[in-house]
């Protein structure tokens, strides 16, 4: 069989989603029953972050966004013809008529529109919406996201499948929590795209209350400002006099990365929305306990491996973030859970049941409903 992929995500710096493929990538290198099919990556440029062997790479030069997928990716695919496509991130070429898989890691641009500029939401929801109803299957990474691509999206359940992602920075295989042991500073980390709904001002302004008791704490934050309307972070760490102790970097390689798991002794991720949420269970991975906002889709994934407030909440944040900075204890009792929160994630099984969806897709065709079905 040939599998198309869309492997625009896994280019210049692969974030979320880049991480997504590239985990199934490196497990279908490696399944014995993905090497009876033939993987060919259509990208725009050489992937940075990864070889494509034993893959086929398709170069289409072009640019990288909507034009590039509906146009210049769907006129490789109806020269290529594969057996079934798979488009990891929200949306496919419409004007193609192999089967499609399509991943929808959440429906942001419907439920929350204000935290998208008007034609970012206009083309992420008409494309994202046709996507998901033309597909073949849709893939969700948990079942809060399923029910939210049913009710906001008109895609019916049964056309649904729920596969969670799995866990580990690239490079290295975390198939269970580390012991929290050796030197740890007393460093809150937040590492992910900056978007609103992560809440950073929440996270600062609690951070300045712990400041007042703890002047030797500090703070470090990862990743691309990608804020609507623009949160200046720099403007308001200097309005909350904590400028000195906190370290904003917009982007840092996976070995830095991994470096930064390894000292913080505390993870914070207050997320209002998100349709699955890593970044935390990679801190859990290395025995870093989290402080999470309290959603659906938090209790789905982490469970009892986080402590949890309110969206919001400065104190309670404050306070949640203080005992796991300074108490033992408390740390030991978020992170005796972690084992049993991140067994459920193996990006094994989410290769595995990833490639069945993609068999089952190629022999229903481009419509109807396949025959076997992975959900929970």
């Not at 490789?76 to 594969?82: D, F, Y």
């Not at 970012?120 to 849709?138: C, G, I, K």
Request: hydrophobic fraction near 40%.
């Amino acid at each position: 069989m040939l599998i198309g992929i869309d492997a625009r995500e896994i280019c210049g710096r692969p974030t979320g989603v880049g991480r997504y493929l590239n985990g199934l990538l490196s497990q279908w290198a490696k399944l014995p029953q993905a090497r009876v099919h033939r993987f060919v990556l259509f990208a725009p440029e050489r992937p940075a972050s990864r070889s494509p062997s034993p893959f086929e790479l398709r170069i289409l030069s072009g640019g990288n966004g909507t034009w590039w997928e509906q146009l210049t990716l769907a006129r490789a695919i109806k020269q290529t013809r594969p057996d079934v496509f798979f488009a990891p991130a929200y949306s496919a070429p419409l004007n193609i008529s192999v089967p499609v898989v399509v991943t929808m890691h959440d429906v942001s641009f419907v439920a929350h529109p204000e935290w998208f500029r008007w034609r970012e939401r206009l083309r992420r929801s008409w494309f994202s919406r046709r996507s998901a109803q033309r597909a073949t299957l849709v893939l969700a990474d948990t079942a809060h996201g399923r029910g939210e691509i049913v009710a906001r999206l008109g895609v019916p359940a049964t056309r649904i499948r729920v596969i969670p992602p799995g866990v580990g920075l690239p490079g290295t295989a975390i198939p269970h929590a580390r012991a929290a042991d050796g030197p740890r500073e007393t460093t809150i980390l937040f590492a992910g795209s900056i978007f609103n709904r992560r809440r950073l001002p929440d996270l600062m302004e609690a951070f300045a209350q712990i400041v007042c008791r703890h002047p030797d704490v500090s703070l470090e934050i990862v990743g691309e400002n990608r804020t609507h309307p623009h949160q200046n972070l720099e403007a308001l760490a200097r309005t909350l006099n904590i400028r000195q102790r906190v370290r904003i970097r917009s982007y840092e390689p996976d070995d830095v990365l991994r470096r930064l798991y390894e000292h913080a002794r505390v993870f914070a991720f207050l997320s209002d929305y998100e349709g699955f949420g890593l970044p935390p269970l990679e801190a859990l991975a290395t025995g870093v306990p989290v402080v999470v906002t309290d959603t659906p889709v938090a209790r789905e994934v982490y469970g009892d491996a986080a402590r949890y407030a309110a969206a919001g909440d400065i104190d309670a944040i404050a306070h949640h973030l203080e005992v796991l900075l300074f108490d033992s204890r408390a740390r030991r009792e978020v992170l005796e859970h972690a084992p049993e929160v991140l067994a459920r994630y193996s990006w094994e099984r989410a290769a595995r049941e990833t490639l069945v969806a993609l068999e089952d897709a190629a022999t229903t065709g481009a419509s109807g409903t396949p025959s076997r079905s992975t959900n929970p």
